[in-house]
């Protein structure tokens, strides 16, 4: 089945900064690559998406990238802010809907 | 998206009952999940609850431990059955919608003493 490897586990970074967080996949059939943040005590919320025919996907302050021949993606924060920090979540999808999550990163942006 | 609610939000319970967990959507979904997410930990699914067929369920989950109703394309439960302390989790459903797209339930924190 699908794994997916994500680092790093904690990212600490100073408001304004930027914050990378990456992931590989192992199934070459993958095609579906959701994001979600998790705020403490919340439910993971969708908050960027990326399908295999498409290799950048921007909306706002985030961006997500995927390299298929690398079989590697990642989701990337501009300007960062504390309502930013949380637990991100990536995933790798094959089969209809059902996805597979990666370990999570926790971000922690200091004011 | 579809607007999920589950109920209970959480409760504590004793080892050796059952607990049944509601999933209403507001709108009709093709598909729904149950997931477990162990603190500090990622999500692990369940189970993919089929409307008017028994459940899908993942690999190290079984009917007897944890059976799930669904139905109808609104609403699904899942009880925890003959809880131990290691079934304390969240447990979370979700909808799948726009073909690839799914969105999570608030989540039920259950806790066995």
């Known amino acids: 089945g699908e794994n997916v490897e994500q680092h790093p586990s904690t990212l600490s970074v100073q408001e304004g900064d930027s914050a990378v967080i990456k992931c590989t996949y192992s199934?070459?059939?993958?095609?579906?690559f959701p994001w979600y943040k998790q705020e403490l005590g919340k439910r993971p919320q969708l908050i960027i998406d990326?399908?295999?025919?498409?290799g950048e996907k921007k909306d706002q302050r985030i961006a997500v990238t995927l390299n298929k021949t690398a079989k590697h993606f990642s989701l990337h924060i501009t300007e960062t802010q504390p309502e930013d920090s949380a637990v991100y979540f990536c995933?790798?999808?094959?089969?209809?809907?059902?996805?597979?999550f990666g370990r999570g990163t926790s971000l922690i942006v200091h004011p | 998206s579809a607007v999920i609610s589950q109920k209970p939000s959480r409760d504590i319970c004793q080892r050796g009952t059952s607990l049944t967990i509601q999933c209403q959507v507001d709108?009709?979904?093709?598909?729904m999940f149950w997931y477990r997410q162990q603190p500090g930990q990622s999500l692990t699914l369940i189970a993919t609850?089929?409307?008017?067929?028994?459940?899908?369920?993942e690999s190290g989950f079984v009917i007897d431990k944890f059976p799930i109703s669904r139905p109808n394309l609104t609403f699904s439960t899942l009880t925890v059955s003959n809880m131990s302390p290691e079934d304390s989790s969240i447990y979370l459903c979700?909808?799948?919608?726009?073909?690839?797209?799914?969105?999570f339930g608030p989540g039920t924190r259950l806790t066995v003493t």
């Open positions: 990326i399908r295999s025919n498409v």
């Open positions: 199934d070459s059939a993958s095609n579906y």
């Open positions: 609850a089929n409307q008017g067929s028994e459940a899908t369920y």
């Open positions: 709108s009709q979904v093709t598909m």
């Open positions: 979700s909808v799948g919608q726009d073909s690839d797209k799914q969105y």
């Open positions: 995933a790798a999808r094959v089969r209809s809907y059902i996805p597979t």
